[in-house]
């Protein structure tokens, strides 16, 4: 193989059109990419733009009908591990990010998966959300106590509600990227005689 | 006035093109009718049709621009209080009920809701989840003691994967729902003399 090393992909979990979600995982990814030996892609939820789930048959049934899922679904199988970079909306996860998951099952079952969340009030109480939901959906996920919520301050955004530097966010919250990055590289090394 | 009665809404928070939320929403609203005194309505977030946040300000900010935006607002303006039925989804609340949600933040202040959850799972793990939402934004949330979480079982499904019989899944939780509508109820009496 001409490139044997794993793929992280790191989920922009918010969509909406003024969004800090973008620059903040581009940042986080490229802490990722300097911290292990791995290729770090982002999957875009805004890019991606999946309808509100559509399809006939429940996600567990294995039965996609659309192309948007099937186009989804092979994203998230090609990718050997996921960061949900997700915002916190009014104390949960965004419609955004629940969506994208809710359209796939088996994809999800023993992937490694870590959580950046971040928001005004931080992330904590998304966090703790999506995590009781990737864990039902069976992903493999690093400890809760690595879960990294970033707190953003009003000094953070420019005055059109994008990240003045999202470089700047990630360097303050370098350490913890790190730790996740380190765990899910962890969770890599052991899968990959399994993977070969 | 020619109607002074409360508007209660019964919000479907499926939206998925195969799904039983109608129906047993419709048959929810159908024991609210009946159990206290006020014009029951359904508002159905598959029919209402809302689009993934697209929003530019936060809703807090309180400068909706988009005009489904403006009529979502008007419908929950104008519901004296509020009935989330929702499906349980992986352990969470549906895509298409956290962005209905979301969309808006002053409307919910102060408006008696309460929860109606289901699922093959039963419910309860999605209404922990959307309480936790709906406390947060500022909702009068009847006591969680009173949360109905109605478990499915194959037999309440039609070979189509809709429901056999609305009212009878309804039927057997009446006391729940009674119990539920007689709470809510309580609530509008009590705000009654402010809203005149």
Do not use: C
Request: glycine share 8%; aromatic share 6%; proline share 5%.
């Amino acid at each position: 193989m001409s490139n044997p090393r794993p793929r992280i992909s790191v989920i922009v979990g918010s969509a909406r059109p003024v969004r800090v979600g973008r620059q903040l995982s581009d940042a986080v990814a490229s802490v990722i990419r300097d911290a292990v030996d791995a290729d770090v892609q982002l999957l875009d939820l805004r890019e991606i733009g999946l309808p509100m789930l559509d399809e006939q048959f429940m996600a567990g049934m294995d039965m996609y009908q659309n192309p948007h899922t099937l186009t989804w679904a092979r994203q998230i199988s090609e990718s050997d591990a996921v960061v949900f970079v997700t915002p916190q909306y009014n104390a949960g996860y965004p419609a955004s990010l629940k969506n994208a998951i809710d359209y796939l099952l088996k994809e999800w079952k023993g992937k490694p998966a870590a959580i950046v969340s971040y928001g005004g009030h931080g992330g904590g109480a998304a966090a703790k959300q999506l995590r009781e939901v990737l864990a039902f959906i069976g992903t493999d996920l690093v400890p809760a106590d690595l879960d990294l919520a970033i707190t953003l301050g009003r000094d953070d955004y420019r005055e059109d509600w994008f990240l003045a530097d999202g470089d700047a966010v990630a360097e303050r919250n370098a350490d913890g990227i790190r730790a996740i990055a380190d765990a899910v590289a962890g969770k890599l090394a052991a899968l990959a005689p399994a993977s070969v």
